[in-house]
T-cell receptor
Framework: AQKITQTQPGMFVQEKEAVTLDCTYDTSDPSYGLFWYKQPSSGEMIFLIYQGSYDQQNATEGRYSLNFQKARKSANLVISASQLGDSAMYFCAMSPALQGAQKLVFGQGTRLTINP | DTAVSQTPKYLVTQMGNDKSIKCEQNLGHDTMYWYKQDSKKFLKIMFSYNNKELIINETVPNRFSPKSPDKAHLNLHINSLELGDSAVYFC???????????FGPGTRLTVL
């Protein structure tokens, strides 16, 4: 069974600072995908970034990067130059990289607050 | 252009009633999902359909019945609603075997 753990229930960061949101995972699948989603107060789930377990390089998407450390089973999200609009819940998720439907397993989420 | 849409956005109803939530995607995807987000924000998969065929069916009470009339639509019907069914229900879609799922805006169901 897969499990995602996000140990930071809440984080407070000053605007323009970089922030790291922690995510550790547990799986026995030989290959898998790791995801981060953002949920603002309006409620929608916004896909941010994806990392495949066999990808050699860390994924980046604009101000978002995923710090993937396979041996430590961690997939931390780094947001550079934080903005007020980054205040939201952030969810780490994973799925097995198999043929067929991908069942996302989510962590508990981290509520990020950016202070002006 | 809305990629994944859900109706209604809010649904308030009494215990014991039957209600439906509809989902439509215009991304051309062939696989759709229902997730439930509880009051503690925890998200859990419920069902998945691929080309109108049920392919994931998690441990969900049989009061919940999904139905996919075509690959662009996935509906969720709930019979005999209970207080514990109060949650936000998200629809998502993707291509079978693809990595990223795209979510709808959610439907907040409140059972009184």
């Amino acid at each position: 069974a897969q499990k995602i753990t996000q140990t930071q229930p809440g984080m407070f960061v000053q605007e323009k600072e970089a922030v790291t949101l922690d995510c550790t995972y547990d799986t026995s699948d030989p290959s898998y995908g790791l995801f981060w989603y953002k949920q603002p107060s309006s409620g929608e789930m916004i896909f941010l970034i994806y990392q495949g377990s066999y990808d050699q390089q860390n994924a980046t998407e604009g101000r978002y990067s995923l710090n993937f450390q396979k041996a430590r089973k961690s997939a931390n999200l780094v947001i550079s130059a934080s903005q007020l609009g980054d205040s939201a819940m952030y969810f780490c998720a994973m799925s097995p990289a198999l043929q067929g439907a991908q069942k996302l397993v989510f962590g508990q989420g981290t509520r990020l607050t950016i202070n002006p | 252009d809305t990629a994944v849409s859900q109706t209604p956005k809010y649904l308030v109803t009494q215990m014991g009633n039957d209600k439906s939530i509809k989902c439509e995607q215009n991304l051309g995807h062939d696989t759709m999902y229902w997730y439930k987000q509880d009051s503690k924000k925890f998200l859990k998969i419920m069902f998945s359909y691929n080309n109108k065929e049920l392919i994931i069916n998690e441990t969900v009470p049989n009061r919940f019945s999904p139905k996919s009339p075509d690959k662009a639509h996935l509906n969720l019907h709930i019979n005999s609603l209970e207080l514990g069914d109060s949650a936000v229900y998200f629809c998502a879609s993707t291509y079978l075997g693809a990595d990223t799922q795209y979510f709808g805006p959610g439907t907040r169901l409140t059972v009184l």
